[in-house]
């Protein structure tokens, strides 16, 4: 069971990331439908400590790779690399999905043979008649 958990953690962490993309898809595409050039937001410092800012030039991004690693890219390569990276992203999960049912799966049988090893050792010997 320990390792379902571990499974279905990995598998709602991949979730997430997946959400978290998504959301970023959403917010570039109504950059590029506003044609803003400017852009005022609040940014989060850390802790839910926000300030007010304003971003010059957004026909640009820079999107977190991973390990601390940052690109900038235009809106339209920052869409292709949130496709490609969600296409992973839910291929991971289905194989996890996958994992987390043959991991039942499994459990589920060790159980139905346990209660096949009880309901045999809850019989009386049978009497050997001499």
């Not at 790779?65 to 949130?82: D, Q, R």
């Not at 043979?113 to 009497?127: A, I, M, W």
Request: one cysteine or more; aromatic letters at 8%.
């Amino acid at each position: 069971q320990r390792d379902l958990r571990k499974v279905l953690d990995h598998r709602d962490k991949v979730y997430e990331q997946l959400a978290t993309y998504l959301q970023l898809k959403n917010v570039i595409e109504r950059l590029q439908e506003a044609k803003h050039s400017e852009l005022y937001m609040q940014v989060d410092l850390g802790c839910n400590f926000f300030v007010d800012t304003v971003v010059s030039d957004t026909s640009r991004i820079y999107v977190a790779l991973g390990y601390g690693f940052f690109l900038e890219l235009t809106l339209a390569e920052a869409l292709k690399f949130i496709d490609r990276k969600s296409t992973l992203l839910t291929e991971l999960s289905n194989s996890l999905t996958k994992d987390s049912m043959n991991i039942k799966a499994h459990i589920h049988m060790l159980l139905e043979g346990l209660r096949e090893l009880q309901g045999l050792q809850n019989f009386p010997e049978p009497e050997s008649h001499h």
